[in-house]
């Protein structure tokens, strides 16, 4: 629908303090990026999944990140990791960033008797259901399903863009408004066209004074209805509309969700690590001059005010949120991504995940390429405890847009699942498989 849509990103000011010791020489000290390798653990089974395991604690919350929506690897390495947790840990809610309404509304579906993934299909984001590499995951869900424990699954995103949002989401609005008082069923009627019109990618054929009433119609469902699915949904509608930022409301979904929906369950989230950092000055106060060049246009108040999904949940619930961003070094990934982010109708041109692009290595100095000095194919490393001085460079928020930036990565993030090379959405070369 029409909103605005900001690039956000995170880490703080780099700050050292040099210490002279007239007593004695001092070794030299260790690049940050070098303590971080140095703490990292080597993925070669499952079983060594339960190291993140230990890291995550109590945390009721584990959020893990990709760099890239294309980045096969990303996925089969997190699917391995969910699958732990769901095991071995008591996670038992995967919530992907996606349409809150419509991943809502398949979640209900599965639970009357419906199978997974006919009812997920065209629900989640095409790179994560679609694509060859998401089949262990949605095997797994579907494996689960019918058990006394399944992995329930939930969505975030305030973009109604699923299937089931474009079809039945304003034709369900429309009574919840015609049921307030002094609403008339002409006016509920014509909010749910607006919201159909818009939908259907026809944001133009409704007037700024029906968007206007739609939104003061969404205003009072939150306040009055009984509903808290809807009162939810209605908030979620409304800031969409009103063009507030995408990751502050995907933020107080998140919030939603595990205080309202899953108050006493263990969540896993399932996004771009671009919208789980923990801490919004992770990017907001970078010194690093690509960041300062995005950031140089906005004013300060503007900068003060770019928040994070993740921000907005580590400021809910303060520890109860472990933060992992998934880093790739080399290989190759797919690059149709535009068109899957698109979703056009059932006949609308279909993503090539086929096409590909080679990834270049991390230049030295960086903290993938210092992991990929250890030679590990897969490694954890649990960022928490390490003695970290200043920031460290990094593609952790995209590797197809952005160089390596430099940034506190520890104040972003809890922990990194590190991948060497990575593939296309269509799978590994050969029998490789993380």
């Known amino acids: 629908m029409r909103r605005q849509t900001v690039m956000c990103l995170a880490l703080s000011v780099a700050m050292s303090v040099g210490f002279a010791c007239r007593a004695a020489p001092t070794s030299p000290a260790i690049p940050d990026a070098e303590v971080i390798s140095e703490a990292a653990i080597p993925i070669d089974s499952d079983s060594d999944l339960d190291q993140v395991i230990k890291a995550i604690g109590n945390a009721r919350i584990v959020m893990i990140g990709e760099p ?120 509920a009627r014509s909010a749910a066209a607006t919201v159909h019109a818009a939908l259907q990618g026809n944001p133009n054929a409704s007037s700024e004074a029906q968007f206007a009433a739609l939104t003061a119609l969404l205003g009072r469902l939150e306040r009055e209805t009984t509903d808290p699915f809807w009162r939810q949904v209605a908030e979620s509608l409304r800031r969409n509309i009103e063009g507030d930022s995408r990751d502050a409301v995907m933020g107080d979904n998140l919030v939603w969700l595990a205080s309202v929906q899953y108050p006493r369950n263990r969540i896993i989230i399932w ?123 990094s593609r952790v928020l995209d590797y197809t847009s952005l160089p390596p930036l430099s940034l506190r990565l520890e104040t972003g993030f809890d922990g990194i699942l590190f991948v060497r090379e990575t593939y296309p959405l269509t799978g590994p070369p050969g029998e490789q498989t993380p």
């Open 68 to 187: 890239w929506h294309g980045d096969g690897a990303a996925i089969a390495f997190r699917t391995r990791l969910v699958k732990r947790l769901h095991e071995k840990a008591g996670f038992d809610v995967l919530a992907f960033e996606n349409d809150f309404f419509a991943t809502h509304e398949a979640w209900s579906a599965v639970e009357r008797g419906g199978d997974v993934r006919t009812s997920f299909w065209e629900e989640i984001w095409p790179f994560w259901i679609k694509a060859e590499v998401a089949t262990p995951l949605w095997d797994y869900i579907e494996s689960q399903a019918r058990t006394s424990r399944p992995l329930r699954i939930a969505g975030f995103d305030h973009q109604p863009n699923g299937r089931l949002s474009v079809t039945t989401l304003a034709q369900q609005l429309e009574p919840r408004l015609a049921a307030l008082p002094g609403v008339s069923p002409e006016q």
């Open 271 to 393: 996004a771009h690590n671009n919208h789980i950092l923990a801490d919004a000055k992770t990017f907001t106060t970078s010194l690093d001059p690509v960041v300062r060049d995005m950031l140089k246009d906005m004013s300060p108040e503007t900068v003060a005010s770019v928040t994070y999904a993740g921000s907005e949940l580590r400021k809910a619930l303060g520890p109860d949120i472990y933060t992992i961003a998934t880093l790739s070094h080399t290989g190759t990934y797919s690059t149709d991504i535009a068109t899957a982010l698109g979703r056009g109708p059932p006949n609308a041109p279909q993503p090539d995940f086929s096409l590909r692009a080679p990834l270049s290595e991390t230049p030295a100095g960086t903290v993938e390429a210092a992991l990929a000095a250890r030679g590990a194919a897969f490694q954890f490393v649990d960022l928490r405890p390490l003695p970290l001085s200043g920031p460290v460079r």
